[in-house]
T-cell receptor
Framework: DVKVTQSSRYLVKRTGEKVFLECVQDMDHENMFWYRQDPGLGLRLIYFSYDVKMKEKGDIPEGYSVSREKKERFSLILESASTNQTSMYLC?????????????FGDGTRLSIL | AQSVTQLDSQVPVFEEAPVELRCNYSSSVSVYLFWYVQYPNQGLQLLLKYLSGSTLVESINGFEAEFNKSQTSFHLRKPSVHISDTAEYFCAVRESNTGNQFYFGTGTSLTVIP
């Protein structure tokens, strides 16, 4: 069974805090992704990484950064959390570029910024 | 970049009735197509995928989708829905030659009414 582990299911933080969301996959896949999901907006890509130490901005990178020091781990960082970053965050991974494998998702982290 | 359109944001349907969830994408290049399902407070799970070959693909729980290249569509159907099919459904596209990214529609919320 494919496993994608997100470190927390629910998280509550305060405005201005630095927030780390962790994601670990066990498939040795090159590509990893961070999305946020909001009602009516679907999934919006924040950042993705196609290799260790490599990253690419997605559609809404502002206010976020990422870290990929090891192939299996992809971290999303909110440098200074704000209330408009309250959302559901989903991590995913997939096989190499151009491949026909689907994405595999974690269960998500519901983050509330107070 | 791809654009994926799910025209129906909410679809209510009575139990045992048929349902169709529509998905259209923008690109004329070769693509892989996916439908994902999301149950409350969970991540996305792969429902079915079109990679090549037969344009009609099926899932294990009775859903099917048909790839129509001329209409750039990949509509999802089920002839008789169950209460347990109540969920959010997302269509996704990945370009077969160059794609690291997946492009998602905004989702369709299917509610099955007893």
């Amino acid at each position: 069974d494919v496993k994608v582990t997100q470190s927390s299911r629910y998280l509550v933080k305060r405005t201005g805090e630095k927030v780390f969301l962790e994601c670990v996959q066990d498939m040795d896949h090159e590509n990893m992704f961070w999305y946020r999901q909001d009602p009516g907006l679907g999934l919006r890509l924040i950042y993705f990484s196609y290799d260790v130490k490599m990253k690419e901005k997605g559609d809404i990178p502002e206010g976020y950064s990422v870290s990929r020091e090891k192939k299996e781990r992809f971290s999303l960082i909110l440098e200074s959390a704000s209330t408009n970053q309250t959302s559901m965050y989903l991590c995913a991974h997939s096989g190499a570029q151009g491949g026909n494998q689907p994405q595999h998702f974690g269960d998500g982290t519901r983050l509330s910024i107070l | 970049a791809q654009s994926v359109t799910q025209l129906d944001s909410q679809v209510p349907v009575f139990e045992e009735a048929p349902v169709e969830l529509r998905c259209n994408y923008s690109s004329s290049v070769s693509v892989y197509l996916f439908w994902y399902v999301q149950y409350p407070n969970q991540g996305l799970q792969l429902l079915l995928k079109y990679l090549s070959g037969s344009t009609l693909v099926e899932s294990i729980n009775g859903f099917e989708a048909e790839f129509n290249k001329s209409q750039t569509s990949f509509h999802l159907r089920k002839p008789s829905v169950h209460i347990s099919d109540t969920a959010e459904y997302f269509c996704a596209v990945r370009e077969s030659n160059t794609g690291n990214q997946f492009y998602f529609g905004t989702g369709t919320s299917l509610t099955v009414i007893p």
